[in-house]
């Protein structure tokens, strides 16, 4: 019985480094080329002693990790770039990402550990929620904040906070902006995800824009992460309240089961999504044909022939050829955010010895003072409040490809 | 210091009975710690990340513990304990933003935080435990976590503002009807934003310092006595006259009430809260019956070891990397072996036996 005991430990134990040794040959690759990447940073040579430290938070395992996952080679990318044309001010750039399951509570102690580090600044948090939690910590450090993807309006309440992408209820504007100006529609539906603070917080704001546009809102239908596959009832009552267009501010996954759904149900309307739309196409066995026409706002497209864009897909496909999946809006807004920093860094006069609360003093002055152009947006401005001031793209399908509508 | 004399069973014997002895190595422990991470903080010895980690282990360690009591004292099997906590969080923080401008004094607006809270989350359990006390083992474990992911939603498709008007509850903004000066408080998925963030080690120390005095007075008391027989045989009980549901029923309030002072001290430790799987859904509540089932049914003191040492030790392996999660669960897969397994337990016998030369044996449940 204890020999049993004995052996199953032992052999689970072989197994985690089997599958630890495993992980690694695969990550040799990449190991390697940080490897290399580091020795070629000790050959290259930088003005100044001393590194400017940018740490980052995010998901990087359980169900929001590919947003992190992207965030993380989107920022390392244009750290490497960075580091590459000598830095900035002089200074070697080193950037470090820690995980934070999307929960508030493990990204504040991740901050904590990032300050342990040396951070000065930080790039993140990537999700909403998590995002408003560090960003009062920030706050009582003075710590420069600029999240590239959390898109919730309290995420940059401090002074010291702000973000590349567009705030959620800014999407919302817009999109009801957008069928207005292109005479899209009269009617539209709405649905969304009542679970999620995301959807729930653009479909605020657009219902709340197409009152005072003129657009008649004919049917709000919710649903949530729990009932997320069966959409018939919803789509039912979207046909009865005769709605020509249906505005979707939710995830890809439940968009194309509604858009399927609502063919079955012989019901075509024109369909326009919010940015978590992108990466429909990437999906496993999606039919092209049932996306066909669909819009989206992103910020991101990938086949912008403007020169940033061109240069960020090159580099990001040259140096994540196994990754490209992660080349989306989020790996987009954390190139941005990191070229951002540099900008308003190199403004004003970070050092790499300067103090947390001096370098977001430092920061903040200089962010509203700078213009960035960048893969989401060219000559992106900062108000004082932290927003960014870029014009949104819209992307359509055509063809069972994307598209700039 | 002075809680320990607080404890009604001292005054009984001049020398100290075992169960008491007991309790006073855990306060013991308890305390130990807390000076030492005090110190260690004033002082400027305790790195950021693991400042960040002490009021969460508290929280970790009060959740552990009330659990204890319905599934190590009483014998049931609750799945929905986050469910608690849940309502005591936003309660608790409910009322921190309301008062926010009226009562600034803060220990006094948290300590009415706690006790609104408190009351709230003991209602529920009151509300809860009328109908489902009725189910025992499997069944009662289903309908607790069903109903842990009922309050989970109720808190996330409702919206409460405020204006001058008085209050306005809502099932979508729209419809809440606010005037342009109104707040909403809870925004629905959104959670609450803008609570204060009062929580500090020293209030988790005396909340868990509380917490523990209830649970291990209660334990010791004829009440707690009758408790353990219902676990022990509840048909027995019954016989000689035990009124199983007022019993259950109580362990099942004083527990819910705990739990929900414990979502106080979670939800004043973030500005931002909102009702997740993880952190007030069936993984948070699966979570709290692992630090429980680690620490040993019924062992208090093994509950606090389990919490701390469970919650601590994604943070302390964050070094690892990807690697992670992945060795905190064959570390507590090995736990759960060591802790558990009939050898480990005859070793840890023969060895305790060996120390105390067969004084005051381990109990092993």
Partial sequence: MKLRKILAVVLALAMVFAFAACTKSDNGGKEDASGEANSNTAALSFANEGTIKIGSIGPLTGDAAQYGNAVKLGAELAVKEINAAGGINGYEVEFRMEDDVNDAEKSVTAYGTLKDWGMQMLMGTVTSTPCK???????????FLLTPSGSSVDCI??????????????????????????????????????????????????????????LEVVAQEAFTNDNATDFSAQITNIKASGAELVFMPIYYTPASLIMKQAKDAGFAPTYLGSDGIDGILGMDNIDTSLVEGLMYLTPFLESSTDEVTARFVTGFKSTYPDQTQYLNQFAADAYDAIYAIKAAAEKGNVTADMEISAVGDAMKAAMVEISVDGVTGSGITWSAEGEPTKTPRVAKIVNGKTEAA | MDRKNNSPLEKKSSSLRPTTKK???????????????????????????????????CTSIIMAISLNLVVGVLGELSLG???????????????????????????????????????????AGILIGIPVLRLKGDYLAIVTLAFGEIIKTVVNTLYIGKDANGFHIAMSTA?????????????????????????????????????????????????????????????????VGIDITKYKLLVFTISAAIAGCAGVLYSHNLSSLTATTNNFGYNMSIMILVYVVLGGLGNIRGSII??????????????????????????????????NGSYFVQLRERLSIKLKSGKNKKEVA
């Fill in chain 1, 133 to 143: 939690a560090v960003s009062t910590e920030a706050e009582a450090d003075n710590m």
């Fill in chain 1, 157 to 214: 309440q401090p002074d010291v906070a702000f973000r590349v992408c567009f705030s959620d209820p800014n999407q919302g504007i817009v999109a009801a902006n957008y069928i207005v100006d292109n005479a899209l529609a009269t009617k539209v539906a709405v649905i969304f995800n009542s679970s999620d603070t995301y959807s729930t917080g653009i479909k605020d704001t657009f219902v709340a824009e197409a009152a005072t546009k003129g």
């Fill in chain 2, 23 to 57: 309790n006073l190595i855990t306060y013991a422990m308890v305390i130990f710690f807390f000076v030492l991470f005090q110190t260690l903080s004033a002082t400027g010895n305790l790195k950021h990340a693991h400042k960040a980690l002490l009021v969460p282990v």
């Fill in chain 2, 81 to 123: 304990h986050a469910g608690f906590m849940c309502i005591g969080a936003f309660c608790g923080s409910f009322f921190s933003v309301l008062m926010k401008d009226v009562i600034t004094t803060t220990w006094i607006r948290l300590t009415l935080a706690f006790i609104v809270a408190a009351v709230a989350a003991a209602v």
């Fill in chain 2, 175 to 239: 419809n809440l009807g606010l005037e342009p000066d109104g707040k909403i408080i809870l925004n629905g998925p959104q959670g609450i934003s803008g609570t204060p963030k009062n929580s500090t080690f020293v209030i988790g120390f005396i909340l868990v310092m509380i917490t523990l005095f209830i649970v291990t007075n209660l334990m010791d008391s004829r009440t707690g006595r009758a408790i353990m027989s219902i676990r022990d045989n509840r048909i027995a009980a019954e016989s």
């Fill in chain 2, 306 to 339: 389990a919490a701390t040492v469970l919650y601590a030790l994604p943070e302390l392996l964050r070094g690892l990397k990807d690697y992670r999660m992945l060795i905190y669960a064959i570390i507590l897969i090995v736990m759960m072996i060591v802790n």
